[in-house]
């Protein structure tokens, strides 16, 4: 399979003089599509770095990224937008959804951006989270929804728009453990049958273990790479 | 849905956006209600002034304005005036006798202001038929009578029906006497108009200062709308052309009322100013606290790929909905109220006991404020606009932020 993520010797610094800090140490790191890896490591091993400069958030202080065949350091602010909002989606650990919007508005939002129209973009997203276990509830707030239910609406937005890559930084860190292996059952679901490509971040052994690849990083070097 | 998502952004803090939005509606509405009272004062003193005087176009002698003076005359024909009174927006024409002199009776004597007129047109326009408190304001077929003010007549020790004798220079520069009777007696409220002036019939005015019969100081044009002063303006100069005339709007004629309404509207424009400055104050304030608030949703927008431009017009229609919401509502309070004081007015009689005068001109204490397209158009233009603009910064502040700092 093609390389949809492709990392060499990618560093990334912090601060200057005394404070400076190394939160990345030359990270080299290919991710197929169809993946679906773990990254596992303590607070301030860099696993949140990685994701903000995999998914374009960030830029690295030395190295070389590319997503899906793109060389992301080489990308305007314009064009990392159009990369994020085509090719990558993402799952926050606090969900993130917009609170004013309900859960089918959220879940669109990224159709709008890409001028999809409306009966097709409500179409595609009715199907979405009725993919996620939501079906009935796609006219609630977020505030009417627990954490567990959000953390779903996040996912079918994170796949709405069919991107090459799904990152998602410790999704289920903020919900039960019933909860938590009910959404990581669903990423795996949509990684077997939709070919989602699934990179994510994560303290849990149990998560760890769920995933096909895990990788373990620690002072900004992932000094571990398994595949179960 | 961009709209949908302002729309509802700006309700997530109920009170928050109904407080921004009476602040944006009682700025404009006290604005608009202040100007609308000004103008309307603007607007019936200088009606009443033209009227008394010279209307609001002034036919006179070229050289009358160097050196005022009776022996600076002209000739107002009949037919310049019939042809000047056919024009659209022109309610009538008078002819005016401008002159000096020296008002005297057994009691003393005081220098005067004596002013010739039409009685039949001055019934008609002049507000000082009003403001007859003894006996009765002049009429045609009066002949050396007058009416003065009641101060000259306390001085003079006058009463309606007694002699007193005018002393003046006629044109040729003649010492000359009159003998007249007091026909009335008026009381404007103005110091300088109730002991300073005297008006008398044309025909006493001309025999006085010794005028031809078409003789005259001024022809006062008296206009229906006044807004229609620099058209009729335009055409009357035309007419008259090939004449030795000066046509003049009354701005030239009385330059102190039209300097003292520019510098009254120059201040009212000041603290209008300083009340708007310091509403848009508070808006800018909400608007960029608004933003900060969400700085971390503003985060999440752009991670999805939100591009900067789209999230600056999300917090514009914000804006958009504040302005448009509170200069509906400053526009529907400030319009209804001063409209209801255009009909109906504000009495100020029992404050202003002594009355108010302006340029020696008593102004009325019934107040009519004056609401027009212009000025709803113009104040909630402006307020909208300074608005939109208040949006610039916090716009510029959400595109501006760090995504990875506020999603950590």
């Known amino acids: 399979m ?7 010797k990618v560093t990334k610094d912090y601060g200057e003089g005394d404070a400076l800090t190394h939160a990345l140490r030359g990270v ?45 350091n080489t990308l305007s602010k314009t064009e990392l937008s159009l990369l994020r ?47 996620v276990g ?11 929804l627990s954490g567990g239910q959000q953390q779903r609406v996040a996912i079918a937005r994170a796949i709405i728009s069919e991107p090459g890559l799904v990152l998602a930084d410790e999704p289920t860190a903020n919900v039960d453990s019933e909860t938590g292996k009910a959404l990581l059952d669903l990423m795996r679901r949509l990684n077997e049958e939709k070919g989602v490509t699934f990179f994510f971040s994560t303290h849990e052994e149990a998560v760890m273990k769920r995933a096909r690849r895990l990788l373990r990083l620690r002072d900004g070097v992932i000094f571990n790479d398994q595949a179960h | 849905m961009i709209a949908r998502l302002a729309w509802r952004s700006i309700w997530r803090n109920r009170r928050r956006t109904l407080i921004t939005i009476i602040s944006i509606g009682f700025g404009l509405a006290c604005t608009v209600f202040f100007i609308a009272i000004a103008e309307g004062v603007y607007a019936q003193f200088i009606d009443q002034v033209v009227r008394m005087q010279a209307g609001h176009i002034t036919l006179e002698n070229p050289k009358y304005r160097s050196g005022p003076a009776v022996d600076i005359w002209f000739e107002a024909p009949e037919s310049l005036r019939s042809q000047i009174e056919r024009l659209d927006q022109v309610e009538r024409t008078k002819l005016i006798i401008l002159g000096q002199g020296i008002a005297r009776s057994a009691s003393g004597d005081v220098s005067v202001t004596l002013m010739g007129i039409e009685p039949s047109v001055e019934l008609h326009t002049s507000p000082l038929v009003h403001h007859m408190v003894e006996g009765r304001y002049l009429d045609n077929h009066d002949g050396p009578w007058v009416v003065i003010g009641s101060g000259l007549a306390k001085r003079l020790k006058l009463g309606v029906g007694k002699k007193m004798v005018i002393t003046t220079n006629d044109t040729a520069g003649n010492l000359v006497d009159e003998l007249c009777r007091v026909r009335g007696i008026f009381k404007t409220g103005s110091v300088e108009i109730d002991g300073y002036f005297i008006q008398a019939p044309i025909v006493f005015a001309r025999h006085l200062f010794d005028l031809p019969r078409e003789g005259a100081t001024q022809l006062g044009v008296v206009l229906r709308t006044p807004q229609a002063q620099e058209a009729v303006l335009q055409k009357i100069r035309m007419m008259v052309s090939e004449q030795d005339i000066a046509v003049l709007p009354w701005q030239k004629v009385i330059p102190e009322i039209a300097s003292y309404i520019k510098l009254d509207r120059g201040s009212n424009l000041i603290f209008q100013a300083i009340l708007i400055f310091l509403i848009l104050f508070t808006i800018f304030n909400t608007i960029l606290m608004s933003v900060l608030e969400r700085q971390r949703e503003f985060a999440v927008l752009l991670a999805l790929g939100t591009k900067p431009l789209l999230l600056r017009l999300q917090i514009l229609l914000e804006s958009v909905y504040l302005g448009l919401i509170g200069c509906a509502l400053g526009l529907v309070v400030g319009g209804l109220a001063a409209w209801a004081v255009q009909v109906w007015g504000i009495d100020l009689r029992s404050l202003l006991e002594e009355g108010i005068t302006i340029s020696g001109f008593a102004v009325s204490t019934k107040m009519h404020a004056r609401v027009t397209i212009g000025l709803l158009l113009g104040t909630g233009g402006l307020v909208f606009a300074a608005t939109l603009i208040l949006s610039l910064i916090p716009m510029h502040r959400a595109t501006r932020l760090s995504i990875v700092d506020q999603l950590r």
């Open chain 1, 2 to 8: 093609a390389n949809i993520v492709s990392l060499q």
């Open chain 1, 28 to 72: 080299d790191l290919m991710v197929e599509a169809g993946e679906f890896t773990a990254m596992a490591g303590p607070s301030g091993s860099g696993k949140s770095t990685l994701l903000n400069i995999i998914g374009g958030l960030d830029r690295p202080t030395a190295g070389r990224v590319e997503v899906d065949g793109r060389e992301i």
């Open chain 1, 85 to 131: 909002r085509d090719r990558i989606g993402f799952i926050f650990q606090s969900y993130n959804l917009i609170p004013v919007l309900t859960a089918l508005e959220n879940a669109e939002y990224v159709l709008m951006l890409q001028g999809i129209p409306t009966a097709e973009r409500r179409e595609r997203v009715r199907e979405a989270l009725k993919e």
């Open chain 1, 134 to 144: 939501l079906e009935g509830l796609e006219n609630r707030y977020p505030r009417q």
